[in-house]
């Protein structure tokens, strides 16, 4: 389930509160993981890897645990995610996100 | 030639003043690409969704020509990407990955 | 019209391209200057602030123009979001965004 | 009191230490929340939105807080002031900071 | 003189328009380069790696031609500080700064 | 040791997955803390402002720490270096990194 990062407690509150707003993320979140041309899983490493770049904890453990659990994504995958981040974005965001993955993939 | 992108004029000048500094430089890019599961590709695409994300105007130009001409990225799938930029991290740096990919990609 | 900063011509393509994912930003659009209890004004407001706290020329450009031309925002206004701005984000983004608020409001 | 965002226990200590910087602080901030046009509690929308786009959660904590107790503020004003959160700056900074006013708004 | 990269055109708008914002600024322009241990020049080298890694080629230029001009800051200083900017920042905010560097000291 | 700040436990991991990336890390830490000109200490609180002016907690707090273990930076000095943060960057960095400030230095 593409939903699951996004639909957190925090959205229940927001699906009773303003349904226009609620029906709108969806239908946002449906459009963009609904690729026309890369996968589901080429386009959550990148959201991974913007989420570290970001050096963004909350949002890093989450897009990994999700992509764990819904796709199988792996540690070596990951890496190579997260070395594209080291390079462009540095040393603080890829520690940050190295210990990261080293929790959610050990 | 995945050194395209980074190896402008200006490391010219870094080779020539701090051959140290250029060498470890050149040995992180090629440890950096040289992905174990990711393809060179893949890591591209997250490059630029981390340039698009960071509304970096520069290095979303030099990582989307670069993406163009080494790999033949299409805009169909540079769009995939921003469509990850804008679902994470809005329509501010998504609009402005817009407009460059609309001149790259013309 | 609530719909001008972010429907330029880069929009249009995305119109002809993916009619779901124009569609899922015109509703979430819709959605967000929807204030229930802010005025559009107010939300306005926190939009120049969030784009000049980004230090986004591009971004706060469009936000202040738009701003200008919808809803008559003043100059004196503008200061007003822009001094939060310096206490919050400091001067690197304010001097940005003051200089772009002199040409916008001369 | 505008001011006890800013002047918590640390401040104490600068207040101490070096007498200039803490009275440029005080007036900087002085002159900051001295709108000509916009009142307290405009601005103060205006520092929520900034604190959560930049995913500051300290900051947006405490803005919100301040917000809350200083000046009475709602949680459908605050998210009114993260729906253009979520628009100009994506899910990102919009879950971290509904998460928060889910807690200080509960 | 300290003030120069601070109190550009926009600043004397400021001036007449709003005392009292302007006298913190200043005051707080002096309270911050008057540094209790560190010289003003090392206050300087920090202020360019600030707005060289947040990739504000504004702010970058400002700094780097004020530190020149009022302290006859080298290019090697400045390299030194951008090797700072490459480790803790990567490659992106890197290569923007190095650009203006070349430009600058040339 | 220069190395300190980066090679924490996740590195070790890293050091054993991917030799080639752990190499080139090492050597552009080796190049970076080398400068031509400016001695370690000055660069590392250039790292310092740089952490800080980020509003990254881990990243500031790891380079404060090591700061004062390898270098014997004190209060002082890094109070001269946020001073910077807070006239560039603003009360938001500033205020998070001053808290870190007073535990490492208390």
Redesign the interface.
Known sequence: MKEEV?Y????Q??KE??E??Y???V????????????DYK??K???I???A???????TVRQMMSAKKELGV?R??V???L???????????F??A??IA?KVFE
């Open positions: 996004f957190g407690k925090g959205m509150k927001v509160e303003d226009e707003l029906q709108s993320i239908s946002l979140n449906n459009a963009v993981w609904n690729g026309k041309v890369l080429a386009q490493l990148i959201a890897g913007i989420a770049s970001n050096a963004d904890s909350r949002a792996t070596e995958e890496i190579d995610v070395k594209v981040v080291l390079l462009t974005s540095g040393m603080q965001p520690n940050k190295l210990q080293n």
